[in-house]
């Protein structure tokens, strides 16, 4: 099955270059995981996961190897958990032996875990995801699914270079950053690459016709001073509009939307109008436990992370369980890595820079980061380059002005500092052509004289003339007053 899958992918992305991004993230860092027997809700003859896992890689160009087919027994969208034996044996290890196999240990930086595959460890308030970001350890013991125990704690996960050496960390096992596909749908799911691919094209981090906005009216002010209210200056620093609700009400509208930062409120809320490209973070107690909303609720009963998923958003993130303040993601510093031009984070390296409020929290717990790793609104297209080349014409001195032939001592008018190969055309107001005079007729490369008379050689009446300058790539016009 897998040869077939390869086979597929190759005639899909054989003639897609690798794209470096701003964020010095590679297309070949990337490995994508899709889930065996997941529904096929589009009658192709594929999973819905295999569906996302192909179009991501052949729109971003991830090469045809980087693929990982797992069969954990999910098969359908109430599928979420798995236990943790399960996770060991059909997560963890297929995806070791897949990194060692291939030599990929140290080169892999990014999993993308695509629609089905399960998200939730039966019995605990981890999530998959936060496991596998550090696979090589053996689960149990300080992984044990509880929070406060971590290998990885204090850790905060901003990428240097293109090491596995993260910020307070110095252990030996490398550390993945794993972001989802997913969502309510498999349209929705692969939808999250073309917004995001859609927004780097258009420029977000240059051009600002959209609102961010900051919902801070919750009852924990501690949090909200260190998370969310930073951002109001972050917003307009960077030149955003912004609108903040300070009061214990949600926002009841937001258009125009493209970031949110906000709390606290358990289900969905506010009638948003995301923008392409839109980052939302909400957090609260398991706002993304059912983020593919499989018990079909409607939008406000929805957890967050499902109501901004069916509502157009380009990624979010948020907890499966209940996470404690000190747990969840410090939204500030998500923002800042983002959306600042000297940072250049993408959304993975961004999100995981946030993991956790509290430094002692535990980063392989319970936070699911949906959306495109790779997203990074600096890596929009370069501006076409404009060289922008002088006129030699605009050295050109004309004297003397007014001009009066009769009492001219420079033996006429003239046009001097020419470029090579310069031509003189004398005109009237109603742009009838009256003398032409090339610069080398008058054996002189850098001037030329009018006499004040047409091609006949008659003086012409007094009144305002015209002039134009050219040589075949360049011109240059103006007045001429003559006076007898």
């Known amino acids: 099955m897998l040869r077939k899958i390869l086979l597929v992918l190759v005639a899909i992305t054989a003639c897609i270059p690798a ?47 980087n693929i ?11 599928d979420t958990h798995l236990s943790l034996a399960n996770y060991e044996t059909k997560l963890a290890a297929p995806l070791r032996n897949w990194l060692d196999t291939n030599s990929m240990k140290d080169k892999i930086f990014y999993i993308v875990m695509c629609l089905g595959v399960p998200y939730g460890i039966t019995g605990t308030s981890t999530c998959a995801d936060a496991l596998l970001t550090d696979p090589y350890t053996p689960i149990g013991g300080t992984r044990s699914g509880t929070f406060g125990t971590s290998p990885v704690r204090n850790v905060t996960f901003e990428r240097v270079s293109n090491s596995h050496i993260w910020s307070g960390r110095s252990s030996l096992t490398p550390y993945y950053l794993v972001c989802r596909m997913d969502g309510p749908s498999l349209a929705i799911a692969k939808g999250l690459v073309d917004k995001a691919m859609k927004a780097e094209a258009d420029k977000l981090w240059k051009y600002h016709p959209y609102k961010a906005y900051v919902d801070s009216g919750s009852a924990f002010p501690s949090f909200e001073d260190d998370c969310i209210l930073p951002n109001v200056g972050i917003f307009s620093g960077l030149g ?64 967050w992370c499902a109501g901004f998923l069916n509502t157009g958003v380009t990624a979010t ?38 993991n956790a409020y509290s430094a002692g929290s535990s980063a392989d717990w319970m936070m699911i980061m949906i959306g495109d790793p790779l ?7 370069a501006d076409p380059v404009v060289v922008v080349t002088a006129n030699p014409f605009d050295p050109v001195k004309v004297y003397p002005q007014p ?36 610069e080398v007729d008058q054996g002189n490369t850098t001037i030329i004289r009018w006499d004040g008379k047409d091609e006949a050689g008659n003086l012409l009446p007094r009144g305002m003339y015209y002039y134009a300058l050219s040589n075949g790539a360049f011109k240059k016009t103006g007045k001429i007053a003559y006076v007898r």
């Open 19 to 65: 794209v470096l991004l701003a964020s010095d993230a590679t297309p070949d860092q990337v490995l994508v995981i899709y889930e065996k027997n997941w529904t096929d809700s589009d009658g192709n003859g594929k999973s819905d996961s295999l569906d996302v896992a192909e179009y991501y890689m052949s729109k971003r160009g991830i090469p045809v190897a």
């Open 68 to 78: 990982l087919e797992v069969d954990t027994g999910a098969t359908q969208p109430y």
């Open 240 to 303: 955003w509009e912004v609108k903040q609700e300070t009061g214990a009400l949600l926002f009841s509208f937001l258009p125009n939307c493209l970031w949110y930062s906000g709390t606290y409120a358990h289900t969905y809320r506010g009638a948003f109008t995301f923008e392409t490209g839109a980052v939302a973070l909400h957090m609260e107690s398991m706002v993304a436990w059912d983020f593919r909303n499989r018990n079909n609720r409607t939008l406000f009963n929805q957890t």
């Open 317 to 354: 993130a948020g907890t499966i369980d209940e996470p404690y303040l000190s747990g969840v993601l410090m939204q500030n510093v998500f923002f800042d890595r983002f959306l600042k031009p000297e940072n250049k984070f993408n959304f993975a390296n961004a999100i995981y820079a946030a």
């Open 375 to 381: 997203y990074c609104i600096f890596n929009s297209p």
């Open 403 to 438: 001009f009066n032939p009769e009492t001219s001592t420079t033996g006429g008018m003239r046009w001097s500092e020419l470029p090579i190969d310069a031509k003189l055309e004398i005109s009237d107001g109603t742009g009838t052509l009256l003398k032409t005079i090339n």
